[in-house]
């Protein structure tokens, strides 16, 4: 069976502060797993994936996650959060061998940045 | 560079009217699927297909239909409106070759409200 797990549905930062959002994922396969951005009324834009050439993937607007098979988190990271960064976060498993690219979503976390 | 194309973005609907949310991508991706987003419970699957003349169920089916008669459209139908299907609701698309390279690319949404 697979599933995601956000630990957190909201996390408040300040501007300029570090940014950390949690998932944990659990799945019968070999997983491949994403972070998806929302912003407000917005659709899904991906952030980054993890593809197995390293465990410290990089994405756009400066964040990172890192996955580590021992805990089966995949967590999201940015050093400083900037204004825009305000948005929702999904963590997403899609199982790679179950034949279909179903995704598996996290319930979200919702990122609020204080000027 | 279109990608996902989902129409319409808002609609409203009265309970027991029926209506299709469109879906269309020019990418030539086997696989597409609809979900739909609520709070606080991420987005979930309700119906995909893997090509052309193939559907099938995903977690939350029920009340919803799907034909694919071309590779580019997956049009979503509700054929009898309730207040439950009041929801956020995104199409996706992706090739089907299940890989640590697979990316889903979704359309912008469509708000429907049922009344």
């Known amino acids: 069976a697979q599933s995601v797990t956000q630990l957190d549905s909201h996390v408040s930062v300040s501007e300029g502060t570090p940014v950390l959002l949690r998932c944990n994922y659990s799945s019968s396969y070999s997983p491949s797993l994403f972070w998806y951005v929302q912003h407000p009324n917005k659709g899904l834009q991906l952030l980054l994936k993890?593809?197995?050439?390293?465990?410290l993937v990089k994405g756009i607007n400066g964040f990172e996650a890192e996955f580590k098979k021992s805990e089966t988190s995949f967590h999201l990271t940015k050093p400083s959060a900037h204004m825009s960064d305000a948005a929702e976060y999904f963590c997403v498993v899609i199982p790679i061998q179950t034949g279909a690219n179903n995704l598996f979503f996290g319930t979200g976390t919702r990122l609020t940045v204080i000027p | 560079n279109a990608g996902v194309t989902q129409t319409p973005k808002f609609q409203v609907l009265k309970t027991g009217q029926s209506m299709t949310l469109q879906c269309a991508q020019d990418?030539?991706?086997?696989?597409m699927s609809w979900y739909r987003q609520d709070p606080g419970m991420g987005l979930r699957l309700i119906h995909y297909?893997?090509?052309?003349?193939?559907?099938d169920q995903g977690e939350v089916p029920n009340g919803y239909n799907v034909s694919r008669s071309t590779t580019e459209d997956f049009p979503l139908r509700l054929l009898s409106a309730a207040p439950s299907q009041t929801s956020v609701y995104f199409c996706a698309s992706s090739s089907r070759t299940v890989s640590m390279n697979t990316e889903a690319f979704f359309g912008q949404g469509t708000r429907l409200t049922v009344v």
């Open positions: 990418m030539n991706h086997e696989y």
């Open positions: 297909s893997v090509g052309a003349g193939i559907t």
């Open positions: 993890y593809t197995s050439a390293a465990t």
